[in-house]
């Protein structure tokens, strides 16, 4: 019998496989920003962290999650599919007439919450949720995932001292932590620095992890989702923009460029 970490492991990469599919089939998504960001839907989803229910999206028992990168979630749509959140033959018509799935989603799709076009807002969505749950004494918790890059908009730095003032340890952040922005590495434009420290400064706990290890990252998340101990959380996960794609894994520009074709159908090891 497999074990609990072979699973997320198979899951990891058969979901690495799909976005290849989607992208091959829709070119205007956003390839390297989705596969950065796999390994951290995989164990929200697969490893027992967050609360849903797929038959009704919007449950008031459910965990929220807030895509702040929503343009790096493409590889969250087969996730979606395979959890019964829509038919999978929705993954066929991403970007294309008829189809619901967009290459920037939006909640007409079920599992999404938020409109994410403009990014550097979602932290701040979040943090009113969190404070909202807090006020109706719910425990449900709240994650969300930002993209290092749009940490440079000083509204996300606003929410943090935020919450930390109030208090939301119902309030867990993921930073997809790739160093790339659109243009150039983030270093090049806004050093970060050490990003778990200065959200330390800020008064949450903070943490780092190794993003493309599925199984640290389950861990690190389900020890921030049941610690209560008054701070908001942060995981800093650090991920490799265009993970395992020759000639897109790190390169600077690669938030902008599409493999070509014959690459995708050699790593899949198949026929378009």
């Known amino acids: 019998m497999n074990s609990p970490e072979h699973a997320l492991s198979a899951k990891t990469r058969w979901v690495w496989r799909e976005t290849l599919r989607i992208h091959r089939r829709a070119p205007e998504t956003r390839l390297a920003s989705s596969l950065s960001s796999i390994e951290i839907f995989v164990a929200l989803y697969y490893g027992g962290i967050l609360r849903h229910d ?11 999650l807030i895509i702040s990168k929503g343009h790096g979630s493409i590889c969250m749509y087969p996730i979606l599919a395979d959890l019964g959140f829509f038919p999978v033959e929705a993954l066929d018509k991403v970007c294309q007439a008829g189809g619901f799935l967009g290459g920037i989603p939006d909640p007409v799709i079920p599992g999404y919450e938020t409109v994410n076009g403009s990014l550097g807002h979602g932290l701040g969505v979040a943090t009113g949720m969190a404070l909202g749950l807090k006020r109706k004494a719910s425990d449900r918790a709240v994650f969300v995932l930002a993209g290092d890059g749009e940490l440079h908009e000083g509204a996300n730095w606003e929410a ?83 993970h395992g794609v020759p000639k897109l894994e790190g390169e600077p520009l690669c938030h902008i460029i599409n493999p070509k074709p014959e690459l995708l159908d050699q790593l899949l090891g198949e026929a378009p």
């Not at 797929?54 to 929220?64: H, I, M, N």
């Not at 861990?219 to 610690?227: Q, V």
């Open 54 to 64: 797929a038959a009704e999206p919007l449950a008031e028992l459910r965990d929220r």
């Open 160 to 242: 943090a001292m935020f919450a930390a003032h109030h208090g939301l340890d119902n309030l867990n952040l993921i930073v997809d932590d790739n160093r790339i922005s659109m243009l150039d590495y983030t270093n090049k434009i806004v050093g970060h620095g050490d990003l778990a420290g200065r959200f330390a400064a800020f008064g949450w706990q903070a943490e780092e992890a190794d993003g493309h290890d599925v199984v640290q990252v389950r861990e690190r998340l389900a020890a921030m989702k049941e610690n209560h101990s008054g701070k908001p959380k942060v995981l800093v996960a650090k991920t490799r923009k265009g």
